[in-house]
């Protein structure tokens, strides 16, 4: 807005009549706290129908819950797209604004209602916006998007004006007033010359699912590998997951939406086509669920799609091994102290190449409780060898140092594997 | 104390009197300075101009609500540091308030188009007169006061998103009788 607007509304607002200038000071309301009224709401209607249930078969529907968000976006040619689900493309026109001098901006807009126009009560529910991981409300700017509250006959939602070089992500979600997510969608913004939105992640709570259909079909081998998004997504988990990348790990929060957030960020930042992903997520109360092989060299988003997770429980867990068929020996490495380390392990014997490596050995990273004083961190190392090998494994910190070495003496016996430490520093 | 007796102590030109309103309005001030300012160095400078300005102001005057007569001099001396600071500040403090009440003038560019503040203040305390005392107290939280949707939510005892909602629906309804009264931007 330019400065005498500025002035003119700042003039005017300060004219406001005292009496409401006062009043308005006061922090004490009319009304009781929300919680109140609806607890002797809900105490009222609980004694009212309380006999008539004993009576009454408990057929009653299911919730209802708010219907899902979509996102509107306006084509150069003036088509309008509504796009909903994981897939769902279209492009944007290109255009100019006054938040980004200079710069060729897109228009999308979120519109909270569902297809038959219904709006979203957001009396329920909360809107939140994320990018770049920080958490932006209608009304806030920063260096590429733009959010703020529209509202009119035909419109009720938030507008996000924004643009990029290449491609960008802003994560929106909406949750009940208890936190929990309802409602979840990344957009993927890329730019080559023309715009085009393309709904990247979309998850909806689903009450009648339970858990494990729900992480089921989170991994469902027809979903993109953004999948690994909607883990994080699911208001089911909380969790305390780790993402393996082959320089180190980084500890997620509990709390789902942060976890995702920072997964996605992890994958944004990463070059797919040069890590190797491993995701270890558990929960003592949904079992275990265990991704691997996200993602190797040069795979192409197609066969991304096509690589299966599966829910497994703990006792899967204890026996899964990644050489079916072949006798393995394990090696723990704990590694005292903060999970927030980034530290690296790697393997090595004499003639090792990173085909042998990735053959003959997995590594899983492993994490005590969540009881902080017990924690550590560490790795899984199982293995196959079929002659006598020195392996050295060895530690190293973010700035290269080695923190932690172990040489062993592996031998296959007919009965397994014996395990010598010839060396171990420090 | 209340304030009668704080104006009267201005009158007897005690010093007591600038220490009463810091006890009793210092904290407030200060976080109204901040949410203009978002700075709280700049806000402390401005709540003691402030308290200056007030010393220096009464006598003569004899405000009859002493917080709203202060709060004006707080908010006057904080947009006026605000000018001076200003930067490219587009995502915090008054300067979203103000964009979403900008969105309830007309444009109309034409030469006879005049800008009256006093104008605009008689419309909107016209249509605070008309309001119930909650959407009135979110109007004026918002639009005087610069209070997010939450610390507004927490006042008057509504989650954010209804805050933002009814903020939304009161800036419709200035906006009709801003035309109703042909103020144009």
């Not at chain 2, 003038?105 to 203040?121: A, D, H, M, N, Y």
């Not at chain 2, 008057?156 to 903020?167: F, K, P």
Request: proline share 3%; glycine share 6%; hydrophobic share 35%.
């Amino acid at each position: 807005m330019n400065e005498t607007s500025k002035k003119i509304l700042l003039d005017a607002t300060a004219g406001i009549r005292e009496e409401y200038i006062e009043a308005a000071a006061t922090t004490t309301t009319k009304s009781s706290p929300r919680w109140v009224r609806f607890a002797a709401a809900a105490a009222a209607l609980v004694l009212l129908l309380g006999s008539t249930l004993l009576l009454w078969p408990d057929n009653r529907p299911q919730a209802e819950y708010p219907p899902f968000f979509a996102i509107r976006a306006c084509a150069q040619d003036g088509t309008e797209a509504t796009l909903d689900s994981a897939g769902d493309t279209a492009p944007i026109a290109v255009t100019q604004s006054d938040l980004f001098p200079g710069k060729e901006v897109y228009v999308l807009d979120i519109s909270l209602t569902d297809t038959q126009g219904n709006r979203l009560d957001l009396e329920d529910s909360t809107f939140q916006c994320r990018h770049n991981g920080e958490l932006m409300e209608p009304g806030m700017t920063d260096e590429q998007i733009s959010i703020s509250w529209l509202e009119n006959d035909d419109f009720y939602g938030y507008r996000i004006v924004g643009w990029c070089e290449k491609w960008d992500y802003i994560d929106i979600t909406i949750r009940s007033k208890d936190g929990m997510i309802l409602h979840q969608k990344t957009v993927r913004i890329e730019f080559d010359g023309q715009y085009c939105v393309d709904v990247y992640t979309s998850y909806t709570y689903e009450p009648n699912l339970t858990t494990e259909e729900l992480i089921a079909k989170l991994f469902d081998t027809g979903q993109r590998y953004a999948a690994h998004t909607s883990i994080a997504s699911s208001p089911y988990v909380e969790y305390r997951a780790l993402v393996y990348h082959c320089g180190g790990f980084a500890e997620l929060e509990e709390r789902a939406d942060a976890a995702s957030l920072l997964l996605q960020r992890w994958l944004r930042e990463m070059d797919k086509a040069e890590h190797t992903y491993t995701i270890l997520e558990y929960s003592g109360r949904f079992g275990l669920l265990l991704a691997q092989e996200a993602y190797w060299n040069n795979l192409t988003d197609e066969e991304i799609a096509l690589v299966e997770y599966r829910v497994v429980t703990r006792q899967e867990y204890e026996s899964y091994t990644p050489f079916p068929g072949k006798q393995t020996f394990s090696y723990e490495i704990k590694m005292e102290g903060s999970y927030t380390q980034r530290n690296q392990l790697s393997i090595d014997y004499e003639g090792a190449t990173e085909q042998d490596r990735a053959a003959h050995f997995s590594i899983m990273n492993i994490l005590s409780s969540a009881d902080a004083e017990s924690a550590f961190h560490g790795w899984e190392i199982t293995g196959w060898i079929e002659k006598p090998t020195e392996l050295t494994l060895t530690v190293t910190n973010k700035a290269g140092t080695i923190i932690r070495q172990v040489v062993l003496f592996v031998t296959p016996t007919e009965t397994g594997y014996q395990i010598d430490i010839l060396k171990e520093t420090p | 104390m209340d304030d009668q007796q704080i104006i009267e102590l201005f009158w007897q030109r005690s010093e007591a009197a600038v220490a009463a309103v810091k006890q009793k309005y210092g904290s407030r001030a200060l976080r109204f300075a901040c949410n203009l300012l978002n700075n709280q160095q700049d806000a402390e400078e401005c709540v003691s101009d402030a308290l200056l300005a007030l010393w220096q102001q009464i006598p003569p005057e004899r405000p009859r609500h002493l917080w709203a007569y202060f709060s004006r001099i707080v908010r006057n001396i904080s947009c006026c540091r605000l000018d001076y600071l200003h930067a490219a500040r587009r995502d915090r403090g008054c300067e979203v308030c103000l964009a979403e009440l900008e969105d309830c003038f007309i444009s109309q560019q034409t030469p006879e188009t005049v800008l009256e503040s006093g104008r605009i203040t008689l419309v909107i305390n016209q249509f605070l007169d008309g309001l119930d005392d909650t959407g009135r107290r979110i109007f004026v939280r918002r639009y005087y006061y610069f209070d997010s949707c939450a610390d507004i939510g927490k006042l008057v005892g509504l989650s954010r998103g209804t805050v933002n909602t009814r903020l939304s629906r009161l800036r419709q309804e200035l906006r009709k009788q801003l035309e109703k009264e042909e103020i144009f931007v």
